[in-house]
């Protein structure tokens, strides 16, 4: 999609965020540090931005208050490659927060090369950018939904996907994968050693099938103020996500060489952290204006460029929405072995799914 790169990024939209309270995830560097500038300057209540270590975080604060004056920023721990690690975090939420307007879910990794597991025993790259946000959303799933109904308004769950996701090309093993099977497959050794290159373009559609698949199951805004779900494509921005290309591991790895070269040539004309993180603000505050209607249109949508635009057409084929409705079961699964409260969050909060 190189004609992407060639348009101006839309201006960032501001709004007035008192008595809101902000979190936002790898926050300390990329588009996740300029999105929190942004909403500093917006006088939120509060502003979590979290970090992979203290230093990282209290760094990040420092200077974040030091540009905008803002005094209101706490700098939160949490390694998503740590299931106990997200735990811990959902649980001091749950503990100190009395409300959660805005979660904006960032961080993520771009692993290539050799195969590389968590301690959880996942795929890194898969449960850094799915399996431990999509559990930090159920976990604070009920704060969310309690905020909304003791305020009347409609909270955010915003999750970074990218124009990646267009170019996911899941193979029939995964798609086709036998029942509760599907995240087994995608996460293991003998699947993700197939390509050198990795596969972060279909982390990145899973970031959209689990929205979708949320907002589905969450009462639809023209019943009650309930949560918008919202994944955004910030574009191809200077960041040090793609650290992974310059591993010394694979250094000599001719795909990744080639692949090396090419993301070189196209950091030149890339998107810088700040255009990039416009799209985050604007997933977390886009047509917020129009009331219940903006959120309406918002819900489970994609939004690219500050615009509500289609996903990709395998999401929207018959074939996609029998893929996302799999996996979102596999995930209930799944988390509910991390954590036991997911199933019972699904079964309190959630209703059958809906169109």
Not at 73 to 80: N, T
Not at 86 to 101: G, H, N, T
Not at 262 to 270: I, L, S
Not at 287 to 304: A, N, P
């Amino acid at each position: 999609m190189p004609e992407e790169w060639e348009r101006p990024m839309p201006p960032v939209i501001t709004a007035d965020l008192t008595g809101k309270t902000v979190i936002v995830t790898g926050a300390n560097v990329g588009i996740g540090f300029e999105a929190a500038k942004h909403f500093a300057r917006m006088n939120p209540e509060k502003l979590i931005i979290v970090c992979r270590s203290k230093e990282k975080g209290d760094e990040a604060k420092r200077v974040i208050q030091e540009e905008t004056k803002f005094p209101r920023i706490e700098a939160w721990i949490m390694e998503l490659s740590d299931f106990s690690s997200v735990k811990a975090f959902a649980d001091r939420a749950e503990k100190e927060l009395e409300r959660i307007d805005y979660l904006v879910e960032n961080a993520g990794v771009a692993n290539t090369g050799k195969y590389k597991a968590t301690k959880d025993g996942w795929e890194d790259t898969f449960q850094v950018n799915n399996l431990a946000p999509t559990l930090l959303a159920f976990l604070l799933l009920p704060k969310m939904l309690q905020t909304a109904k003791k305020h009347g308004t409609y909270p955010r769950l915003v999750v970074v996907s990218s124009h990646t996701h267009y170019w996911s090309t899941l193979e029939k093993e995964v798609v086709d994968a036998p029942k509760g099977k599907i995240l087994e497959t995608f996460s293991s050794e003998n699947y993700w050693s197939k390509t050198t290159s990795g596969r972060y373009q279909d982390t990145k559609l899973f970031n959209v099938l689990f929205i979708r698949a949320l907002a589905s199951r969450l009462p639809p805004p023209s019943q009650s103020p309930t949560i918008t779900t919202v994944a955004v494509n910030p574009s191809f921005c200077l960041s040090s996500l793609r650290r992974g290309y310059h591993d010394p591991s694979v250094a000599s790895d001719e795909s990744i060489i080639k692949m090396r070269e090419t993301f070189d040539e196209m950091e030149k004309t890339a998107f810088t952290g700040e255009e990039g993180s416009r799209q985050l603000v604007y997933g977390a505050i886009g047509l917020r204006d129009e009331g219940k209607e903006g959120e309406e249109k918002m819900t489970g949508g994609y939004v690219s460029f500050s615009n509500l635009v289609e996903t990709s057409d395998f999401v929207l084929s018959e074939e996609g929405r029998k893929f996302e409705d799999r996996v979102w079961d596999e995930c209930i699964e799944v988390l509910s072995q991390v954590d036991g409260r997911v199933e019972k969050i699904v079964a309190e909060y959630l209703i059958p799914k809906h169109n």
